[in-house]
């Protein structure tokens, strides 16, 4: 089996987030980037499979700036064979989650894994749409928000269990598939020292995005990005009759 891993560089989740001045966006000038941490559960998932033997190859690939190598390195140090890195001039966070789909789209049909396993959301957009879009647009099967997965090769399917509001919900898939996946799949281990000078010589492909001929319409626009407004500090009331007082004229809930 061969496993396609979309990976995400984002703002490290440890950065307190800062907007721009202009309000355009969020500040990423000398800010910690990593990959998004939905997108290392997924590889860590592909890398167990590979040492179950299952999986024989595994396919990182990343979309956006030079900058995006890094991301495409620390992929290939936590087990990837090998990375694609599609240049754009523009951070993916910018693109809509379609023309992400529609640019996978195209190396999963130059690559024809078996399986695609990729984050359900990333933590800068959270719009947790590119795998049920991908799903659409190839006609495969999708499971989404998986908490749980197991690959049978023999039989050429893949059952998903993944979280609903009435508890565990499981479903078995034919492959190819698209499988998004939640935090609580996995734990990812820590990269060894050994396997971050591996991946220097592991191949990473640089692809320019013009060289993909691919009609990408931008659906969605930023008109403004604002910092959330600040919490006002608690009170503290001296009886029940205050708190209903202030609830009902103050806080205008009752």
């Not at 030079?66 to 990375?83: F, P």
């Not at 749409?129 to 049978?152: D, F, I, P």
């Not at 403004?224 to 407004?229: D, K």
């Amino acid at each position: 089996m061969k496993c396609l891993i979309p990976v995400k560089r984002v703002i490290d989740f440890n950065v307190k987030v800062r907007v721009k001045s202009d309000g355009t966006g969020v500040e990423t000038d000398q800010v910690k980037m990593s990959m998004n941490p939905f997108d290392e559960v997924a590889l860590e998932e592909a890398v167990r499979l590979k040492e179950k033997v299952i999986v024989k190859e595994i396919i990182a690939i990343s979309i956006g700036v030079s900058s995006a190598q890094e991301t495409c390195r620390v992929a290939l140090a936590r087990g990837a064979d090998r990375a694609i890195l599609i240049e754009t001039n523009v951070e993916t966070n910018e693109m809509p989650p379609l023309s992400i789909a529609k640019i996978l789209k195209y190396f999963v049909l130059q690559e024809k894994p078996d399986l695609v396993i990729l984050g359900k959301q990333a933590i800068d957009d959270d719009c947790n749409q590119t795998g049920q879009m991908l799903a659409a647009l190839l006609g495969w099967a999708q499971g989404t928000n998986a908490s749980g997965l197991n690959v049978n090769a023999s039989t050429g399917s893949v059952e998903v269990i993944r979280e609903v509001d009435g508890g565990l919900e499981t479903l078995s898939l034919k492959l190819p598939a698209v499988v998004s996946v939640d935090l609580r799949l996995n734990e990812p281990r820590y990269i060894s020292l050994p396997n971050i000078m591996k991946a220097k010589s592991k191949p990473l492909q640089i692809i320019p995005m013009g060289d993909l001929k691919i009609e990408l319409k931008q659906h969605l626009k930023t008109i403004q990005v604002e910092p959330p407004v600040m919490r006002r500090s608690g009170i503290k009331v001296n009886n029940a009759k205050e708190l209903v007082d202030k609830l009902r004229n103050e806080a205008k809930v009752l």
